[in-house]
């Protein structure tokens, strides 16, 4: 007896077993992103305690201009290598990422060795907003005790509108500490 060679082919079988490998390593893939994801969420980062405080500049830079004081009073101390400040008023947005450095910075500019970058609008970066080139105030280490100082220039401050000033610990990529400050309270504007 013969038999005539069979035409059935094992290859859709084979795409369907391929297929369902695919969907479970995918499936497993996205689900470990998403655990680690929410595990990373739920973990607390730095924790600090920092008051604000604005008034005219003194000395050098008081032609108009204004500066904020964030004191440091309780919770974790925040490596500068691990510090953002950022400050948006109705000028625009200045970013400072610092260097880890010992001592103080007194220059929020790229040319300083202690600031990692700057970024907004002005010549330099950021001086539309702040006054890059001195009379700020970074320490080393902001911990309980510390003040950051920062000049922000009077012609970037719209009384109706407000500044706000945020701490950001980019080891965390997490805020520690956010301050809006009404444009009215900044005397003269």
């Known amino acids: 007896m013969r038999t005539e060679g069979r035409t059935n082919a094992v ?4 795409g369907v077993v391929l297929m369902l490998v695919i969907a479970v390593v995918l ?3 996205v689900g470990v992103v998403v655990f680690d994801l929410q595990d990373r969420l739920k973990q607390p ?20 201009n204004y500066k904020v004081v964030l004191s440091h009073v309780a919770g974790d101390s925040l490596g ?24 103080e910075a007194r220059r929020f500019r790229e040319s300083s060795s202690k600031v990692e970058s700057v970024t907004g609008p002005g010549n330099p970066p950021g001086d539309g907003v702040i006054y890059t080139f001195s009379g700020n105030s970074m320490p080393g280490e902001f911990g309980p005790g510390d003040s950051i100082e920062v000049v922000i220039r009077s012609g970037a401050v719209d009384k109706n509108e407000e500044v ?3 701490l950001v610990d980019t080891s965390d990529k997490k805020v520690v500490s956010e301050h809006s400050i009404p444009g009215s309270e900044f005397p003269g504007s």
């Open 11 to 14: 290859s859709s079988n084979v």
């Open 27 to 29: 499936a497993a893939a």
């Open 45 to 64: 980062g730095s924790v600090a305690g920092v008051t604000t405080d604005a008034g005219v500049a003194d000395g050098y830079f008081a032609g108009g």
């Open 80 to 103: 500068s290598e691990d510090t953002e400040l950022v400050v948006r008023t109705s000028g625009g947005v200045a970013r400072v990422e610092f260097a880890g450095f010992d001592g």
């Open 164 to 166: 706000e000033i945020v």
